[in-house]
């Protein structure tokens, strides 16, 4: 009997503990690392609209399928009379709605007030591979209490991850991944036939849904769940990867949009050589803010130093060879080198970072993250959700030459850096692949006002594409910048939260240039 291990796209090794002592330290926040419903009795079936929203009624989703929920007590609160968990099967194939099924797992959190209910509030983290479920069941502590108070809050996780019939891979292989840096013709077309081999192999253990993980699939599961609820319209927080997501149900369902927060926003319209300059730029932007910080902070283990000047010099030992994670022996190429410093930039965590530059310049241990997937020998099945990406993104490179040739437009853009390490990964991981749902130029014609809250240092999602992405929204888009560095920004401020609360609350947008100062780091 196979046993399995869950492997989700977590952010690196210490990020998702750093933020979850970051976000619980705020009142109002949003799970960042990491949609089923309550059994509804007929008096919440029933609620009027207040404030914009607007009230449940029986609605068909795509192709006339109309599902009903099997809802649960939720095995992690079992004593919880409210949330509850549920499971709804859906297409695999949206294109053949009576084929294969698969089970959807979904919570709900019921408003605290149901006379002042607005309706839905449907909450993606992102990913891939992060559990809405888990944000739903921890709720209270995610979002300010004027959202608990006006909304059921919903979280699913997306097909093929954590509940929902979740992708498996043979651990064996994934622990044979090769470099996600060939440095020769040889090594690039080994990882490409790698890729390929794994992607049969995730195949052939996980049947038919393996190649429907797509974001415009899970927008249709997501219409899926507003009708089994009996809404007429959802309103969404969602970020990061999540917000592929959102876009995706906006371009299909305009009408069925009642408010969006796009939070971190991925800006699905750019080609590869764009995504890869946007990032590498993007992360030389946040050395620098971390070099200034450094700079002015005493308390900074590096503070005096050159610090470009050093981690130009670990990047020439890293090229050399004689770069060492002393913690295990590992020698650290450029790249691992970039990834252990980009963790730290997703909470901003400087002092850790100026202290692993140290260490590491000193020979001295240091915890380093690595952009491998972790398996466990125990285990022949591992958990994996990072094929969604593949799906949703065409990255297509010709070859060495071709690969060569974005790793230098990168180093032009990140001098220091070299690279974004999460474009590189991605770039690695889906060589080879022909993306189900392409970049495109967002067609949204809803006619409800929709937000876009992005920091203007954020390593994941540029800064500038949140601006194309408003830019292509049109009249509908307004932005809300947030001045500081790390991902997610909802939860950083109070200037932020109100923001975010105030529109999903009122559908009441900024003007124009709206921004929120940077939290003291």
């Known amino acids: 009997m196979l046993t399995t291990k869950r492997t989700t796209f977590r952010h690196p090794r210490g990020v998702a503990r750093r933020r979850r002592r ?6 109002a926040v949003v799970a960042v690392l990491v949609a089923v419903s309550l059994n509804a009795p007929p008096s919440l079936a029933g609620t009027t609209a207040t404030a914009g929203g607007a009230g449940p009624v029986a609605a068909d989703t795509t192709g006339g399928w109309n599902g009903r929920i099997d809802w ?11 949330t509850r968990c549920g499971t709804l099967r859906l297409p695999v194939d949206w294109a053949r709605p009576g084929g294969e099924t698969f089970p959807l797992a979904l919570a709900r959190r019921p408003a605290t007030d149901p006379a002042a209910r607005i309706g839905v509030l449907v909450f993606n983290p992102g990913g891939p591979g992060l559990s809405g479920v888990d944000v739903a069941l921890t709720a209270a502590s995610q979002l300010g209490p ?12 997306p097909r093929g991850t954590v509940r929902s019939a979740p992708v498996r891979c043979s651990s064996e292989l994934l622990g044979q991944h090769p470099s996600l840096t060939p440095a020769n013709a040889a090594e690039f077309e080994r990882l490409r036939t790698y890729n390929r081999q794994l992607r049969d192999d995730c195949r052939a253990h996980s049947g038919p849904l393996f190649d429907h993980l797509d974001s415009v699939s899970v927008a249709r599961d997501t219409d899926a769940i507003r009708a089994a609820l009996g809404e007429r319209q959802l309103s969404f927080y969602q970020w990061s990867y999540g917000t592929l997501i959102g876009q995706s149900y906006a371009e299909l369902f305009p009408d069925r949009v009642r408010a969006l927060v796009m939070d971190s926003v991925m800006d699905h319209s750019q080609g590869v050589r764009e995504y890869f300059r946007s990032g590498a730029a993007s992360n030389e932007a946040l050395f620098h803010e971390f070099v200034t910080w450094c700079e002015r902070n005493s308390g900074c283990a590096l503070h005096g130093r050159d610090v470009p000047a050093l981690y130009d010099q670990l990047m020439r030992r890293a090229d050399a060879g004689t770069l060492v994670d002393t ?7 450029w790249f691992l080198l970039g990834f252990a410093t980009f963790v730290n930039f997703f909470d901003a965590t400087w ?9 590491l310049e000193r020979g001295e241990p240091a915890s380093l993250a690595s952009p491998m997937v972790p398996v466990d020998g125990d285990n022949d099945l591992t958990e994996y959700a990072l094929p969604a990406f593949c799906q949703d993104w ?6 060495f030459a071709d690969w060569n040739r974005y790793l230098e437009l990168s180093r032009a853009a990140a001098p220091h850096l070299r690279a974004s390490p999460l474009a590189v990964r991605f770039g690695a991981i889906c060589l080879g692949w022909t993306a189900t749902n392409p970049q495109h130029q967002l067609r949204v014609r809803t006619s409800a006002p929709l937000l876009v809250l ?36 909802y939860p950083r401020t109070e200037c932020t939260r109100r923001q975010v609360e105030r529109y999903l609350i009122t559908r009441t947008t900024p003007p124009t240039g709206a921004s929120c100062p940077a939290a003291p780091v």
């Open 351 to 359: 002092a850790d970072l100026a202290n692993m530059l140290l260490a």
């Open 454 to 489: 992005n920091g203007r240092y954020d390593p994941a999602t540029p800064y500038d594409g949140a601006q194309r992405v408003v830019r292509q929204l049109g009249s509908r888009g307004h932005l809300v910048t947030y001045e500081g560095s790390g991902h997610a920004s």
């Open 327 to 333: 913690a295990t022996g590992t020698p650290l190429t």
């Open 146 to 157: 004027d959202v608990l108070r006006r909304f059921d809050i919903v979280g699913f996780d």
């Open 22 to 27: 970051l976000l619980g330290s705020l009142s």
């Open 72 to 82: 649960q007590a939720c095995p992690e609160q079992p004593d919880d009379p409210g």
């Open 394 to 399: 065409s990255l297509p490179i010709d070859g």
